[in-house]
């Protein structure tokens, strides 16, 4: 049996080459090779610029920084999220206010509005599983209030509105490519802009805030940090942006089949994707029926049992005890009954059609011992 884990990497023989001729050549940190990762990144995104960075968690942090957020802004983002999207913003003295959710795992765009106060600096929504975010009225709202769009697209890369790829939208996009997002280097992520400002102070925070003047001075003109990517992550990421769109097909093949097969289920509910709209199919989420919830750990345990490498996205960030210390409790519906509900199953582009198959038989199987 082939791995079954909800999602991992694929590293080929051009991935093993071209970082081994890295090794092999002058430049270990941050080099040419970066250079033509982000060059490749606006390719193919149609974004201006690509600024790499050694995680997405330092490229938020760099992107709140480069927007002028400041102590006690408030910045308008989504519960339903890996804990640095709003981390990040604690980081830099900003407030996270999580707007609840909607049944695909995405902030409701029409929660928004009324959360925005005159603090309101920044709307950071998140494509939950690669399905694309409402930007339209997003990006009205942000028009109306002068807010800025900062995407979190860590699991987004490849994913598209009308044939639009993310990453050119908003004011920012963030992407990852820690070692089981859309594509790989290891650990690394970038941000994307069109904007030229943000670009260059982009790069300022990447590489502790230093210009260089002439012969062996610099300056340094604002504090930095050391977010470069090493070029060995350049080097996966040129190779490996090569497959991607070869990568979401093969994710496509499996979840169109487990959507297929899931069409008339009643146990519990599968992500819909609009016409309109590409999923890079990071993740295939699924949402188990109410009668089902009182039973997830058990289902969890048992599943893994199976041989199923299932993982649960996400809790609600404000659920964890270092936002609870700090903010008190939050509890918005849709979203604590998104974490009581969801479960993300086996789909990557290491697998078979014969592993998907093998993966609803047994979801199904079990999941019917605890169905009423
Ligand atoms: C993985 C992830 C991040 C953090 O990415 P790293 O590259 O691991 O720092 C941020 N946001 C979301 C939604 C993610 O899935």
């Given at each position: ?12 023989q051009d991935d093993i080459d071209a970082a081994t001729q890295v090794l092999n050549g002058t430049f270990l940190a941050q080099g040419p090779k970066v250079k033509e990762f982000e060059d490749n990144l606006c390719a193919y995104t149609g974004a201006k610029y690509a600024i790499a960075f050694n995680s997405a968690t330092s490229a938020l942090q760099a992107s709140y920084l480069a927007s002028g957020i400041q102590q006690d802004d408030e910045i308008i983002t989504s519960p339903i999220s890996f804990v640095s999207t709003s ?286």
């Open positions: 049996m082939s791995n079954l884990s909800y999602s991992t990497q694929c590293i080929e981390n990040m913003m604690i980081e830099c003295g900003a407030i996270p206010v999580w707007c609840d959710i909607k049944e695909d795992g995405n902030i409701d765009e029409d929660k928004i509005e009324k959360l925005i106060t005159s603090k309101t600096k920044a709307i950071v929504p998140v494509h939950f599983a690669g399905k694309p975010v409402s930007l339209e009225k997003i990006h009205a709202l942000a028009k109306k209030y002068k807010l800025l769009v900062i995407e979190d697209a860590a699991h987004a890369l490849g994913s598209s509105i009308y044939r639009k790829k993310i990453g050119s939208f908003s004011d920012m996009t963030i992407f990852s490519f820690h070692a089981i997002k859309p594509i790989t280097t290891g650990e690394g992520g970038a941000v994307l802009t069109d904007n030229e400002e943000y670009a260059k102070h982009l790069r300022l925070i990447r590489s502790h805030g230093m210009v260089k003047k002439d012969l062996w001075n610099s300056d340094m003109i604002e504090l930095g940090y050391n977010f470069r990517m090493p070029e060995l992550a350049g080097a996966l990421g040129v190779s490996q942006l090569k497959k991607l769109d070869k990568f979401v097909a093969l994710r496509w093949e499996i979840s169109s089949y487990y959507d297929e097969v899931f069409k008339d289920e009643t146990l519990f509910s599968t992500q819909k994707i609009e016409k309109n709209q590409v999923s890079s199919r990071h993740l295939y989420p699924i949402l188990l029926d109410r009668q089902l919830h009182p039973h997830k750990e058990k289902i969890f345990k048992e599943l893994q049992e199976n041989g199923l490498g299932i993982q649960v996205h996400y809790k609600p960030i404000y659920q964890n005890s270092f936002y609870i210390a700090k903010f008190g409790k939050t509890s918005l519906p849709v979203a604590d009954d998104f974490y009581r509900s969801e479960v993300s199953i086996p789909c990557h582009q290491k697998m078979s059609l014969d592993d998907a198959k093998f993966v609803a038989d047994t979801l199904l199987k079990i999941l019917s011992k605890y169905a009423r």
